[in-house]
């Protein structure tokens, strides 16, 4: 990662996370990479689209994460309907916005 430039030098870095299995895992291997050069670690990201029951649960169980490891985590809701047209659409740029 550092002969390809891919660390930042300085500043903060970020990384979304929904807290499945896949982001979870690049997360933490992230955090280790950083941790292990003595390096701030990323923030996380959390776009919660507020379609699901379990999204306020994925949300809370991100904060808390964050809090154990000492790492920022940022999180934005929106009340998004399923049935809305064109949500995957909607859904998507709200993301690159909030992102």
């Known amino acids: 990662m550092q002969n390809h430039k891919l660390l930042p030098p300085q500043g903060s870095s970020y990384v979304a996370v929904s807290s499945g299995p896949d982001s979870m895992a690049v997360f933490t291997a992230l955090y280790r990479i950083f941790h292990s050069l003595k390096m701030?670690?990323?923030?996380?990201?959390?776009?919660?689209?507020?379609?699901?029951?379990?999204?306020?649960?994925?949300?809370?169980?991100?904060?808390?994460?964050?809090?154990?490891?000492?790492?920022?985590?940022?999180?934005?809701?929106?009340?998004?309907?399923?049935?809305?047209?064109?949500?995957?659409?909607i859904a998507s740029n709200l993301r690159r916005e909030f992102f």
Request: proline share 2%; net charge positive.
């Open 40 to 89: 701030d670690a990323p923030a996380i990201l959390h776009f919660n689209h507020g379609t699901r029951d379990e999204n306020d649960k994925e949300e809370e169980f991100l904060k808390a994460w964050a809090k154990k490891y000492k790492v920022k985590c940022i999180c934005k809701r929106s009340k998004l309907s399923l049935q809305q047209s064109n949500f995957e659409h």
